[in-house]
Each structure stands twice: as structure tokens, then as C-alpha cells.
């Protein structure tokens, strides 16, 4: 098991390799949603990721012949570039494998560390085994992601942060694919501040965790695809299940679509750019998994923000329409000149904004002398949207 000291020990060692992230107030979430919350954001490290503390202090205890033998690793991205920015530090050669589909930017950013990258497998588990197949060949020393407990400690450096940063702490909730950050952050929030409350969050789609804290014993699940790709961890390892059952309070899961939310809430309410992994924090927050902590002061770990650029705009796209700020009306018309004018003027008084629009006549399913209209529009929100409607239904057109 790893101690406070040496979660005290490696935050010392890493100290010249990693930055000192801040953590700040999260004013409109809190006013949202009535916890006072405090966001860490890990997403300033160099790497955009928490990754770079354990991977450093794994890196910074290898002796001269592992050193020169090389690192390997598997990694959905954020410890693929922790990995490879500390070895490139170091001088050290890192060769990472890679599921086949973990977004652009974390491949591209890897590769720029210095790191050899190899893509195989559809999950961490695959690439894991090609990763440990590549290192026994070389002879290698293979880092795990969070099965080790130099990057437990490492990782642990986080929750003394918040202690010294923030007074009166009544809770931290972290994101958790594998466990070896909450394991980390735990052990140091535990060992100096017993009665902070430590709290975990994983993807429903990748409970293994969540499934293991309630049974007691180490389950596997099939997993599923998932936005929260850093967290997707098909099975519960012993060590970081251990320090969780030991330390940590609960063990929460969110869905997709509350993942999604809180990325819209973090980006829109505090101009954060968080990944699925680092908004599911909030996601709990939001779906009300942890009622409790209503009227507390509470950190929530936003442990990374390498999200793909296309995925940020399908999210906030989605997360638009769901909060009825987007709508789609199919309308029936009549086909004859001035109509679309007509509408589109109704529309324009109102204030919403035409977006896109579709006009039907050959396929259409409308009789004959009538049109298909298919009008998407930027709106205020539910009230707004009922309240066009009824114009434009008075105004005599028909919404289907």
C-alpha cells in the first residue's frame, strides 16, 4: 500500500518536472447548482493532463540500465503523453501503444514528446497486452497507468495540493478509470485530513470500479463506447481497489449524456475545456449521485482536457438541443410565392434565427399544392420555442 510518505516523497521528487496547478472557484456552477465548488484544474499541466506526476516519478526511480533500455506503455492518451514528455526530460526512449481510436489530438501530441507511438486494439486492454509484448521483447521497463504504486504516490501530490490550497475542505470527487489517481489523491487527503470526504466518479459504460466498491470483489465489465475515453477500464486491479476500499468514501457512475452535459456547463458557466474523464466530476454533481454534498465546499478534479475539437462541437450541438436553446420545426405550407417570406418574417419578429433551412415540393408527403418546410433554429429555450409556435400556428401554417 502506499503511504503519506511517500505520496509527500514523490510530490518533493517531481516538484522540478510538473507545474503547481491552481485550484478556483467555480462562482456559476456553484450558483447552478448550490454546492460550493472548486475546480483543480490539472488541465494546465504541459500535457493538459494530471498523467505527467506519477509517469515522472516512475521515470525519476529507475536506475542507469533501465534507463537506457527504454520505457513502453499503453494509454487512451493523457498517460501516453505524461509518459512522453517525462522521458523526453529525461533522455530517456518511450514506445506507447495506443487504441485504434484515441482521438487525433492525443496521437499527434504524444508523437510530439518524443514518444514512438503504435496504434492497435479497439480498448486499453488490447493495447496493454501488445504494449507488454513490445517491452518484454526489449526488455523494457513497462509503466503501467495506475497499477503501479510509484504513480499512485506521484498522482497523490494532487490532494496535498488542494489541503494546502483550499481551507475548510468538506469533500474532493474524482474522476476514475483504473484508480491510480483517486488511490493517490486519497491516501494524502486521508492521511492528513481524515474527515474530507473523498468521492469517485466513473463512465457507466466502464463501472468495474463502481461495480467492485459495492460487491467488495474485483469485477470486469464489457464496456461500451464512451466520451470519457481516459477513464474507460474494463476491469478492477487489485492494488488501486485496495487503496479505494480503504480510503475512499463512494463510488458513483454517470451516463453519457451527463458527461456531455457537464462538458457544455464547464465550458459555457467557467470557460473550461474539460474531457469526458475530467467532467465527470460535475456530471455527479449535476445528476445528483452525491446529495449530500449540497451546501459543502467541494473540489472537483478536472483531470484533463484533451478532448477532440469535432467531439467538442457534436457535445455542445447535442447539449444545445437537449436545453431547447436549438429546434427543429417541420411545417406544412402552402406552395405559392411569398410564403417563405412570410414565415421567415414571423420568425425574424420573434428574435430566434433561422439556422438552416429545407424546402420540399417532389418529395414531399404534403398534398398537392402544399410544402415541406424543414426550419432549424437558434432559440432562447423551451418558452421561447412554444411561444413561436403558437405564431406561427395562428398565422395558420401546420407543425407536424
Not at 495506475?146 to 494546502?164: M, S, T
Not at 464496456?223 to 485496495?242: D, L, Q
Not at 458513483?252 to 451527463?258: A, G, L, Q
Request: glycine share 10%.
Amino acid at each position: 500500500m502506499v503511504t503519506l510518505d511517500d505520496v509527500r516523497e514523490a510530490q518533493a521528487r517531481v516538484a522540478p518536472l510538473i507545474r503547481r496547478t491552481p485550484t478556483l472557484p467555480a462562482a456559476n456552477l456553484t450558483t447552478a447548482t448550490g454546492v460550493e465548488l472548486l475546480l483543480k484544474l490539472e488541465t494546465m499541466q504541459v500535457t493538459g493532463a494530471f498523467k505527467e506526476r506519477g509517469a515522472a516519478n516512475c521515470l525519476l526511480q529507475l536506475d542507469d540500465e533501465a534507463r537506457a533500455r527504454g520505457v513502453f506503455a499503453a494509454s487512451a492518451g493523457n498517460h501516453a503523453q505524461g509518459l512522453a514528455i517525462g522521458a523526453k526530460r529525461l533522455g530517456l526512449r518511450a514506445t506507447i501503444v495506443m487504441g485504434r481510436f484515441t482521438p487525433r489530438i492525443k496521437v499527434a501530441r504524444t508523437r510530439r514528446h518524443g514518444a514512438e507511438v503504435v496504434l492497435f486494439g479497439d480498448d486499453y486492454e488490447a493495447a496493454a497486452a501488445h504494449a507488454r509484448e513490445l517491452c518484454d521483447r526489449a526488455a523494457g521497463t513497462f509503466v503501467h497507468p495506475f497499477d503501479d504504486d510509484a504513480v499512485i504516490a506521484g498522482q497523490g501530490g494532487i490532494g496535498l495540493e488542494l489541503l494546502e490550497d483550499v481551507a475548510d475542505l468538506d469533500a474532493v470527487v474524482v474522476p476514475i478509470g483504473g484508480g491510480g489517481l483517486i488511490s493517490g489523491v486519497a491516501v494524502a487527503i486521508k492521511g492528513v485530513a481524515p474527515h474530507v470526504k473523498v468521492y469517485g466518479v466513473q463512465s457507466a459504460s466502464f463501472a468495474a470500479m463502481a461495480r467492485s466498491f459495492a460487491s467488495g470483489q474485483l469485477e470486469e465489465v464489457a464496456g461500451a463506447r464512451t466520451i470519457a475515453e481516459g477513464i474507460a477500464v474494463r476491469r478492477a486491479h487489485a492494488r488501486t481497489f485496495e487503496h479505494i476500499r480503504r480510503y475512499v468514501d463512494d463510488v458513483v457512475s454517470v451516463s453519457e449524456e451527463e458527461i456531455a452535459k457537464a462538458i457544455v456547463m464547464l465550458l459555457e458557466e467557467e470557460r473550461v475545456v474539460a474531457e469526458g474523464a475530467g467532467a465527470a466530476p460535475l456530471a455527479a454533481i449535476l445528476s445528483g449521485k452525491l446529495p449530500d454534498l449540497t451546501g459543502k465546499r467541494v473540489a472537483l478534479l478536472v483531470s484533463g482536457g484533451n478532448i477532440d475539437i469535432n467531439l467538442v462541437s457534436s457535445i455542445i450541438e447535442r447539449g444545445l438541443v437537449r436545453a431547447a436553446r436549438r429546434v427543429r420545426f417541420n411545417m406544412i405550407v402552402p406552395d405559392r410565392p411569398g410564403v417563405l417570406a412570410d414565415f421567415s418574417r414571423i420568425v425574424a419578429d420573434h428574435g430566434a434565427n433561422v439556422m438552416e433551412l429545407r424546402h420540399e415540393r417532389a418529395f414531399s408527403r404534403t398534398a398537392v399544392g402544399d410544402a415541406e418546410v424543414e426550419l432549424f433554429l437558434e432559440v432562447a429555450g423551451p418558452d421561447d420555442i412554444a411561444e413561436l409556435r403558437k405564431k406561427l400556428e395562428a398565422r395558420g401554417y401546420v407543425i407536424l
